[in-house]
């Protein structure tokens, strides 16, 4: 052994810091580091993506969808009669709607209508999403009034709530509609909400058949899979 290596031997056993020194014998081993495996360490939580789109509603009864929001069908008409809406109907995941348009009272405006509310009858904060998608068709016209709903009654009443008079086609087929495209009826003027403000508390979806002035027709749209998209 050479004269250094005694030397720094001898400070290791005085130190007692032997293990940090490899003399290069059997006898001293070098220390090993510890892994840890992997089994051991603490599982992370999974994370599911935000798909970034809300479901408002399926069908499959007429009363109530199956996110909890109630459905109901109504009709209106300028003199009481002019419009009539046999009960609501499922066929396949599509809500069937059928009524009568009825020129006797000579109403100028009148409508058959369903009404779709919110998920768990909770009002939605709707502000961040760009699009409602919503399924429609209809045997017996060219264009439904889409229209998005808040929670003043008033308002509602007079249907000044913005709407969207949406083309559609006999067959059902999925509409994606801009939601800046919504605005409240020109009669409405200074009543009528427009879509920034009712989009902090969406309360239902309506769709109707209108008929501006009533002659006697049948009335027979679809409604299905309603969402809201960003």
Do not use: H
């Amino acid at each position: 052994m050479k004269f250094g290596t005694f030397l720094a031997l001898g400070a290791c056993a005085l130190l007692g810091a032997c293990a940090r020194f490899q003399a290069g014998s059997p006898a001293e081993p070098a220390p090993r580091l510890m892994v840890v495996p992997l089994a051991s360490q603490p599982a992370l939580p999974s994370v599911q993506a935000d798909p970034g789109d809300r479901l408002w509603a399926t069908f499959k009864n007429p009363s109530r969808t199956p996110e909890g929001g109630t459905i109901a069908a109504f009709t209106f008409s300028e003199k009481q009669g002019d419009a009539v809406v046999s009960p609501l109907a499922v066929q396949g995941d599509v809500l069937a709607v059928a009524g009568q348009f009825i020129a006797k009272g000579a109403s100028q405006w009148g409508g058959v209508a369903v009404n779709i509310g919110a998920p768990k009858a909770i009002p939605v904060k709707a502000g961040d999403y760009k699009f409602l998608t919503i399924r429609l068709s209809s045997a017996t016209s060219t264009r439904l009034r889409v229209r998005v709903v808040g929670p003043d009654e008033a308002t509602q009443k007079l249907g000044c709530y913005p709407m969207v008079m949406q083309a559609v086609k006999p067959e059902v087929a999925e509409y994606r509609i801009a939601l800046e495209r919504f605005a409240p009826d020109g009669y409405c003027g200074t009543k009528g909400i427009t879509i920034k403000p009712t989009l902090q508390s969406v309360t239902a979806i309506e769709v109707t058949d209108v008929a501006a002035p009533v002659r006697d027709r049948a009335v027979s749209f679809g409604v299905g899979t309603i969402g809201l998209a960003r």
